[in-house]
């Protein structure tokens, strides 16, 4: 198991940018699939996008495609999310989630199947 922190959260405006970064002190996370999520205030948590863990293959939700992009470092062990065209709807707590897989494993979406969970960071955007 390891342990993720996310930060890079705060308060911007619409149209503003912002990255995320999701980082573990454990070089096992190189072998993990890592995905973000977020969950806005009475909203169930929603998939916002996934990385695998070679980074060659990304999935995005479509409320995002085209303005986010998830990336990986793996010499520092840390995972990005940036955000670029942000929206008030964007407004969440946004989680970063790993698990452990195969190389050749498919991308999954379902907060189900990670079973590595930070604490959150919260983005806000204004109108």
């Known amino acids: 198991q390891v342990q993720l922190v996310e930060s890079g959260g705060g308060l911007v405006q619409a149209g503003d940018s912002l990255t995320l970064s999701c980082a573990s002190s454990r070089r096992a996370f190189s072998e993990h699939a890592v995905a973000w999520f977020r969950q806005a205030p009475g909203q169930e948590r929603e998939f916002v996008a996934t990385i695998s863990r070679n980074g060659g293959s990304t999935l995005y939700a479509d409320s995002v495609k085209g303005r986010f992009t998830i990336s990986r470092d793996k010499a520092k062990n840390t995972a990005y999310l940036q955000m670029n065209s942000l929206k008030p709807e964007d407004t969440a707590v946004y989680y970063c989630?790993?698990?452990?897989?195969?190389?050749?494993?498919?991308?999954?979406?379902?907060?189900?199947?990670?079973?590595?969970w930070g604490p959150g960071t919260q983005v806000t955007v204004s109108s």
């Open positions: 989630a790993s698990k452990r897989t195969i190389l050749t494993a498919p991308l999954n979406a379902r907060a189900e199947s990670f079973d590595n």
